[in-house]
Each structure stands twice: as C-alpha cells, then as structure tokens.
C-alpha cells in the first residue's frame, strides 16, 4: 500500500496512492464528528456536512451541485462519530476542478437562514425515516446503552428536539473549535505525480489560515452487563448483544478483527449464519461487527426474528461466545479463519473509494498507513492463546449489555 505525502504549512497533510486508472477517488477527511458536539448540541456535526453543499461566498446551491455532476463526477458526504467526510468519483482530468469545490464548501460556506430551515425539515424527515427502521435504529439506542452519559452514545442525527434549536452560531462555533487544520487530510487515489497534486493543494488549500486547535475528547467508562427491553410498532424482535471493545491502537485489535469475522463476518459460513440461520432456520439475518474508535470500540452481534423464536436466538448466540471463551482453536481451524479474513481484505482492496478513506483515517489516527504485506502480517500473527484471552475478554458475561425491540402486545 504504497503512498506518498506532503504537508502544508498550515498543517493539511495530502496523501496520494498512485493507481494506473482514469478514474480518481479522492476525499476529504476532518477530525470532528457528533462526540465533538456540546450538551443539547446533538447532531450539529451532520447538520453542518448538509449544509456545506448549499452555499457558499462564490456559488449557490445550484452551482455546487452542478460543479461535478456536469462532468458526470458523484460527489457525497458523510458523518460518523469522530470524522466528518466529503469524497468524489471523477475523471482524471477534473480533479483540480474537484479540489476547487472542496476548498470552497469547507472553507467558505455562508449557512444562509434560508437553507437552513429547508434542510432541518430534510433532516427532520431522515431522523423519522430512521426510526421507521428498528434494523438501524436499534444499532444507534445499542450505542446509547453501552455509552450511557457519553457524547459517544449520541445519535449522529441528533433528535428533532436539539436539530430544531441549532442555528448558524452554533456551527460557526463548532467549526471554530474543531475543524483543526492540522487534523485534515486530503487523500488521493490516482494516476497521477505527486508534484502535480502538491501543487494544486498548495494553490487551494496553502492559502486557508492555520486552526491548530488541540481536540479534547473524554474518554467514556465502560458500563457493566445489562438487559433492555422496550415496545415497538414492529412486526419481529430484533436485538443486539455486546459491549464496548478495544480501540484502534490496542495490540489486541487484529486479533478481535480476526474474531468477529470467524463468529459473524461477511460470508454465509460465519458460526453465527451456520448455527442460528442455516441449523435451526431462525433468522433470515444474524451479524457481529466490530468498530474501533480512537480511545475505545464497539463489538455486537444483531439477530431479528419472530418473537417466539427469539429467546432460543439468544442461546445460540450464547453458545458459540461460550464455544469462544472455552475451546481453543484448533491449528486448522486458526488457519481457515486467517485465510478468509486475508482474502476478504484483499478483495475489498478492489473498492478504491473505501480503499483512500481508509488510508485517510489511518494517517490521520496514526500519522501512519499500514501496507497490504504489513496488515497480513498482523492477522497472521494471531495465536489460539491470543483468540482465547480476547473471547474471554470481550465476550465476558459481566460486560455484555443486551438491547431488544419487541412487539408490542
């Protein structure tokens, strides 16, 4: 994974990954995100990525829209609890016409009133799309449970209650504090030299004024174990076990990687998918996912089913945690699992978009990338003891919470 670097005197750093192609992937990465939002502040963060794109002192809505699409570019945005990004698909031969927009709606967005309004009702409109869906919906309450009193267990979105107060001074102020210049990174994946993409940041981005504001993050405490149950309007229960889990400088999270895809990763031959769906026919879908965050992370397993079938879910989630924490791998069986997780990471090298973001994320984590050989070498160097601590560890009785969305009677 071969990349090369620059950093502008205000602190942007650039990152290209050269790539014989036509086509260019690029984004654009800042270290802030809805944990960096104040108390009744709650989805300020994704508020401001909405309206980086509906005017800024040189272009109207219309005109930022159109800049890219007219050269049949995609252009889109998103915002987690940590980051906020702004990526692009183009043409080789629009990427500076690319580093223009991005320079302008980052730096000079004017948050009229009037946009403002139409795109809280938008916003408004997606948190009540999301709630109609308790697949999603129950996954962000999980995060409330498990970051209880921690602006990590916020919803991204915010509520319509905090999206309803926010205002222009509000994401003047957030962005004031945490658009940091020296935590932003733009990345590159392309056919192109690193002179000639240095030269067109130093032309759009040398210019910005540095913001070397130093992020301070609370870090959350880790709850114990615990059952939640509330009522929906649904028609099946759906739930979610697990807790928080290591973050993403922990020696042990190659190994958790290795874990969570061996139990309910992608494929259907996961130990979740062949005991729950393809033995006992129970839920059409049954999932683990693991997330690491800068000083902690997130581990659980989802399941929906009928409600009669759903206590018998829950033991057979149980039991192959317990198979976990109780039986060591076998050689072979270590072996399958490195080698499907290495193949499933070597494919996924193939989706270039992800490929730079998370290359972005990394540099700006770590001031590091690791390379494919080096990613490899880690999975590689999991043990059956090491598989059989963090089991232990993380699939403790005394640490998993549990959440369930049930019918309501």
Known sequence: MEYQLHTLPNGIRIILKQAASTITHCCFIVNAGSRDEGVNKEGLAHFIEHLLFKETERRNTNQILNRLELVGADLNAYTTKEYTCIHASLLNQHLERTIDLFEDILFHSTFPEDELEKERGVILDEISSYLDQPEEAIQDDFEELIFKDHPMGKNILGTPETVGRLGVADMRE???????????????????????????????FGPIPANLNKKQRVQPFVNGNGLS?????ISQTHCVIGGQAYPSAHH????????????????????????????????????????????????????????????????????????????????????????????????????????????????????????????FAKINAVTAEQVLEISNEIFDDNRLMTLVFEPKE
């Open 174 to 204: 957030f962005m004031a504090a945490n658009y940091a210049t020296n935590e932003m990174i733009f990345a590159v994946f392309g056919d192109y030299d690193i002179k000639k993409v240095t030269k067109l940041a130093e032309k759009y």
């Open 252 to 375: 042990h999270k190659s190994g958790l990687l290795l874990v969570n895809n061996l139990l309910g990763g992608m494929g259907m031959s996961s130990r979740l998918n062949l005991e729950i769906r393809e033995k006992h026919g129970i839920a059409y879908t049954v999932e683990s996912n693991y997330t690491s965050l800068t000083d902690t992370g997130i581990f659980s397993i989802y399941f929906g089913t009928d409600s009669e079938k759903a206590d018998k879910a829950t033991r057979l989630v149980h039991k192959e945690l317990r198979k976990l924490r109780e039986q060591k791998l076998g050689t072979l069986q270590l072996h399958q699992a490195k080698q499907k997780f290495i193949g499933q990471i070597a494919l996924a090298e193939e989706n270039r978009m992800s490929l730079i973001i998370s290359m972005a994320k990394s540099l700006l984590d770590f001031n590091y990338v690791d390379t494919l050989d080096e990613v």
């Open 229 to 233: 149950v509330l009522q929906k309007p």
